[in-house]
T-cell receptor
């Protein structure tokens, strides 16, 4: 079945860019998602990319997809302290459950 | 638009006791999911409903876990008897599921279960 791998921690300074990486095994995932989870809260969808796209930009967020290498990344420009959270990469198809990675804890220092 | 509601937010029980969680999805959302999130892990699917029918319960430990969505709206997840390893956050999510395109899942705040 699908397996999704992420680096566990990332620490950046306020104002820098953050890049969170993810690799996945199931090439049949038609959508790849990035979710954000703040302490004690549920998951908030940040952005998603369709599998036939290479890049998607949404304000401070840029998603890059390398389908050949099954590698997904999320870049957050001008990272703020409010961006400190756990970020989950997830894959899935329309109408099916999502397969999540273990999450990357982003720590932003001022 | 109201989000996905879950209750209770927190629950502490002793092992071998039973517990039930409740979820009310976003109005009109046909698909409802229960995920289990163990500390330090990503959420993992327990069960998926489409209206009041089960789509996927392959990862539900059926000897102790049960779930229902009788009228195709809200849902309950029950654990009986609970084990220490059931300590986790139980997340409910719903999606509109029009059968085309991205099918965004909206998550509730979760129920944090501690089994002592």
């Amino acid at each position: 079945g699908e397996d999704v791998e992420q680096s566990l921690f990332l620490s950046v300074r306020e104002g820098d860019s953050s890049v969170i990486n993810c690799t996945y095994t199931d090439s049949s995932s038609t959508y790849l998602y990035w979710y954000k989870q703040e302490p004690g809260a549920g998951l908030q969808l940040l952005t998603y990319i369709f599998s036939n796209m290479d890049m998607k930009q949404d304000q401070r967020l840029t998603v890059l997809l390398n389908k050949k290498d099954k590698h997904l990344s999320l870049r957050i420009a001008d990272t703020q302290t409010g961006d400190s959270a756990i970020y989950f990469c997830a894959g899935g198809q329309a109408g099916t459950a999502l397969i999540f990675g273990k999450g990357t804890t982003l720590s932003v220092s001022s | 638009e109201a989000g996905v509601a879950q209750s209770p937010r927190y629950k502490i029980i002793e092992k071998r006791q039973s517990v039930a969680f409740w979820c009310n999805p976003i109005s009109g959302h046909a698909t409802l999911y229960w995920y289990q999130q163990i500390l330090g892990q990503g959420p993992k699917l327990l069960i998926q409903f489409q209206n009041n029918g089960v789509v996927d319960d392959s990862q539900l430990p059926k000897d102790r876990f049960s779930a229902e969505r009788l009228k195709g709206v809200d849902s309950t997840l029950k654990i009986q008897p609970a084990k220490l390893e059931d300590s986790a956050v139980y997340l409910c999510a719903s999606s509109l599921d029009l059968g085309l395109g991205n099918n965004e899942q909206f998550f509730g705040p979760g129920t944090r279960l501690t089994v002592l």
